[in-house]
């Protein structure tokens, strides 16, 4: 029998590192934002996930740029995560975040190489101080992204993400921190595990959506 636990334990790392998708999406109404969120937990271990939540306004018009609220939930082990907007790790809008402290840092990032990513002006994330926090187990946060809907891929071509149907996201784990944890800026080491799968962002429509962000905002 235990070889037949080794090999089962090897498939799902396989599956891990190659970008099979291993878990599944819900909805959620945070209570603490207000929100109702689209959800997906994304295992980047055997026994670990990490959560990622997006919320949309409605109504949207077609193919305009419009912001998104992001919610992640990342156990506090976890060096840092990072979501890629349109499914990939180039050509795209990514959110990079880890914990320092009490607090947590929020990086936006663009690669157009399998390269450490640099930062990015094309895409900001305004965090909330409701629903950010870290604890003995977690972190959290909570942001408004104005950018991370919009972008131009590898092509050249002008992307936007479908608010009333299903998208390609991906992510980026690793156990390692960053070199200067303090600093949205700082340097990390590139990925132990990665991820891709298809997120529903219809299920994450709020009406109330501009009036929630300005009151989580402050």
């Not at 999406?25 to 055997?46: C, I, K, R, W």
């Not at 080491?189 to 529903?200: E, I, K, R, T």
């Amino acid at each position: 029998m235990c070889w037949i636990f080794v090999a089962l334990w090897a498939a799902a790392l396989v599956g891990l590192a190659s970008g099979d998708p291993v878990s599944g999406a819900s909805v959620y109404h945070d209570p603490e934002t207000g929100f109702t969120f689209s959800q997906y937990n994304v295992m980047y271990s055997l026994s670990e996930t990490i959560t990622f939540r997006i919320a949309v306004p409605s109504p949207v018009t077609a193919n305009q740029p419009y912001d998104a609220v992001l919610q992640v939930v990342a156990p506090i082990d976890v060096g840092w995560a990072g979501l890629a907007w349109g499914g990939q790790m180039t050509y795209n809008p990514l959110a990079v975040s880890w914990s320092n402290g009490n607090n947590v840092v929020v990086s936006s990032r663009f690669a157009t190489q399998h390269a450490a990513p640099p930062t990015y002006s094309g895409a900001t994330y305004s965090v909330f101080k409701t629903g950010t926090h870290v604890n003995r187990t977690h972190f959290q946060y909570t942001a408004k992204c104005t950018g991370c809907t919009t972008f131009t891929n590898s092509a050249g071509t002008p992307t936007t993400i479908n608010p009333t149907g299903t998208n390609r996201l991906a992510f980026g784990y690793s156990s390692s921190r960053p070199n200067n944890p303090s600093s949205n800026t700082s340097s990390f080491p590139v990925h132990d595990v990665y991820n891709y799968w298809s997120q529903d962002f219809s299920s994450g429509a709020n009406t109330a959506f501009a009036s929630l962000a300005a009151k989580n905002l402050g």
